[in-house]
């Protein structure tokens, strides 16, 4: 054999080794490929399952159990809290939030109309409680504000409850509210409301679900913002005063 063919065929040879070489080094990339995957996979799935046990968990603490109503909780499906008589000509319904600003500044200049007109048996006010702002800005303050305002209901001191928690209204960003011991410590500006059957009320979340099927309500009714007041079923909010709406009411009454 020429020295030639020796040189073409140890340099077939040569070329035959690095690419079995090549070969093997694919396959190890491959190999750690498929492994890495599979760990990315599983450690994506972990991932999932956690989103959705944490999200259960959320649902849950809103009110996973069946809707109770506060007691003499009126209109479709019991979501509406009324104060003043059934008599009274005008109804003025009023979707609201405890965390609210816009809502603390629609009872700080209404409050003493409305209470005047509903003590007289001329207007019936409607209250709808909704949690939008745990929604916009994440927290559970409506809801247990929400929640406890329809315990004071049961007791009957949803009214002077629900003026001093708009009196103690924290800020729009401070999720106060989401405290219970916070809510009882308010109650107790209300004489005869802490009780023990409040507290259990409030820190059961009993009135939960009712809460989460009133703002299901809200966002089913078509409104968006809080407050929103309704004079016998008109939009009102953006043209009524106190002194328009103790007009209109006197005027109802009057027949």
């Not at 159990?65 to 499906?77: E, L, W």
């Not at 809290?81 to 939030?97: C, H, M, N, R």
Request: aromatic letters at 6%; glycine letters at 8%; charged letters at 25%.
């Amino acid at each position: 054999m020429s020295e030639k063919n020796r040189d073409e065929k140890r340099t077939a040879r040569e070329r035959l080794a690095v690419e079995r070489e090549k070969q093997k080094a694919a396959e190890r990339r491959r190999r750690t490929l498929i492994v890495g995957a599979s760990v990315i996979c599983v450690l994506g799935l972990a991932a999932v399952i956690g989103v959705i046990a944490a999200n259960a968990g959320k649902e849950k603490k809103s009110g996973s159990g069946p809707a109770v109503a506060p007691s003499g909780a009126r209109g479709k499906d019991s979501l509406a809290i009324p104060v003043g008589a059934d008599s009274a000509k005008s109804t003025l319904t009023v979707w609201e939030d405890f965390r609210c600003p816009a809502c603390q500044a629609f009872e700080t200049a209404y409050r003493p109309t409305l209470h005047e007109l509903a003590d007289a048996g001329k207007l019936r006010v409607e209250y709808h409680l909704v949690r939008l702002i745990d929604g916009n800005l994440g927290g559970t303050g409506s809801l247990r504000a929400a929640n406890a305002a329809a315990c004071a209901q049961d007791a009957g001191k949803f009214r002077d409850f629900h003026d001093v928690l708009y009196a103690n209204q924290p800020k729009e960003t401070d999720d106060a509210f989401a405290d219970n011991a916070k809510l009882i410590e308010l109650a107790g500006k209300v004489p005869g409301l802490d009780t023990p059957a409040f507290r259990s009320c409030v820190n059961d979340g009993k009135h939960d679900s009712w809460v989460d099927k009133s703002q299901a309500a809200f966002q089913t009714g078509g409104f968006s913002s809080t407050p929103t007041v309704l004079l016998n079923g008109k939009d009102v909010y953006r043209e009524l005063t106190p002194a328009k709406l103790k007009q209109l009411v006197e005027q109802a009454a009057q027949g």
